[in-house]
């Protein structure tokens, strides 16, 4: 068995002006701090004390601060033992688990800091890491099914997989937090995911998408951008932030956007066709598609919508799915589509198959009673 070397944890002391000492403790080896992820030797503590003390009220003042030190050192010493020979550190369990998860969510993308505000709903504001448990994580998943309610609409329920992605993203955090030694073990392998369920992804056929081709539009730019969303399968996020330094020369020939997807900070090298291009109007400078706003969505993209004949439900994010169907039926491999859409798992492209595979349609026309 290998043998292991606790850090030893040194209370010190290093001149300062005005004939004062600053207090710091000096880790030996290094200790990783877990902000930063860099190895450091010292802690400054904020605690001064007098060089040269004169009077008895400075000889008190220091053997005060000094205690006080010495205490720090302590509940350092402990942390570190705990961490390197598997003991529970209950100074870490009466950590906020809270302000940790919203620390993380301020870093990440909208989904984290929803999952955030759901969860903190859940445990009523308060909960710290000695809280975190296999039945409290399991009842979080039940309240996200049953009881949470969509933050913006608030007297809906959330969707099955709205509540499946959020509990995903809670789960990556307890992973996080188990490799950053806050929680003494990995509860993921005893929680199970919230399955997602198949739900049919709106979209147009291409003679309906041939149909807002030919229809004029109150918002020209807003056809542009309609148009340019089938074509690229980018969400309105990307394209309303793409600019003219985003689309350069392609190795291959041709144009390719170069861009980091507003969703989920994923960079990405996509191709871009001459029709794609044409979309984009003239080259210039800042934004591409200048003049869209997302108001445009609303009352102008339904009318324009129903003057083309198309009355079913729908809503500009099923461009993208439009975009998939297509690729599908023109015989995209599931990887290619993957990278083109951006997805970080194939499985989420998967779920495009069972909607939109030619082969089905293939092999019920096969079937006949005549």
Wanted: hydrophobic share 40%; charged share 25%.
């Amino acid at each position: 068995m290998p043998h292991k070397t606790c850090t030893t944890v040194s209370l010190l002391k290093r001149p300062i002006k005005n004939g004062k000492l600053t207090l710091y403790l000096d880790f030996y080896p290094p200790v990783r701090n877990p902000e930063t992820m860099k190895l450091t030797r010292r802690e400054f503590l904020g605690i001064y004390i007098f060089a040269k003390p004169k009077t008895v009220a400075e000889r008190e003042y220091n053997a005060d601060m000094m205690a006080k030190a010495e205490a720090i050192r302590n509940i350092r010493f402990n942390a570190l033992l705990n961490e390197q020979f598997g003991f529970l550190d209950h100074e870490k369990l009466k950590m906020d688990f809270l302000a940790y998860f919203e620390g993380f969510a301020k870093k990440k993308r909208d989904k984290w800091m929803s999952a955030y505000l759901h969860f903190k709903n859940f445990v009523k504001g308060k909960c710290r890491f000695g809280d975190i448990n296999q039945t409290l994580c399991e009842k979080f998943a039940t309240y996200l099914l049953v009881e949470a309610k969509d933050l913006k609409h608030g007297k809906r329920h959330l969707a099955n997989n709205s509540a499946a992605a959020f509990f995903c993203t809670f789960r990556a955090l307890l992973k996080q937090a188990y490799k950053a030694k806050y929680l003494q073990e990995n509860i993921n392998d005893y929680i199970e995911s919230i399955p997602l369920q198949k739900v049919k992804k709106p979209s147009l056929t291409l003679e309906q998408a041939k149909a807002l081709v030919a229809t004029p539009c109150k918002h020209e730019v807003l056809k542009r951008v309609a148009l340019f969303g089938i074509l690229t399968g980018l969400r309105i996020s990307d394209i309303e932030k793409l600019r003219w330094e985003n689309i350069v020369p392609s190795i291959s020939g041709g144009w390719q956007l170069d861009i980091v997807t507003q969703k989920t900070g994923t960079p990405a090298i996509l191709p871009l066709n001459e029709e794609a291009l044409e979309l984009c109007g003239e080259q210039g400078e800042g934004l591409v598609f200048k003049g869209f706003r997302r108001s445009m969505t609303q009352h102008p993209f339904k009318q324009w919508l129903r003057d083309a004949g198309i009355t079913k439900p729908f809503t500009f994010h099923g461009f993208r799915h439009t975009f998939a169907g297509l690729q599908i039926y023109e015989g995209t491999d599931i990887y290619t589509l993957r990278d083109l859409m951006t997805h970080s798992s194939v499985k989420t492209t998967e779920i495009y198959l069972d909607q939109f595979s030619p082969r089905a349609t293939e092999a019920i026309n096969k079937l006949s009673l005549k």
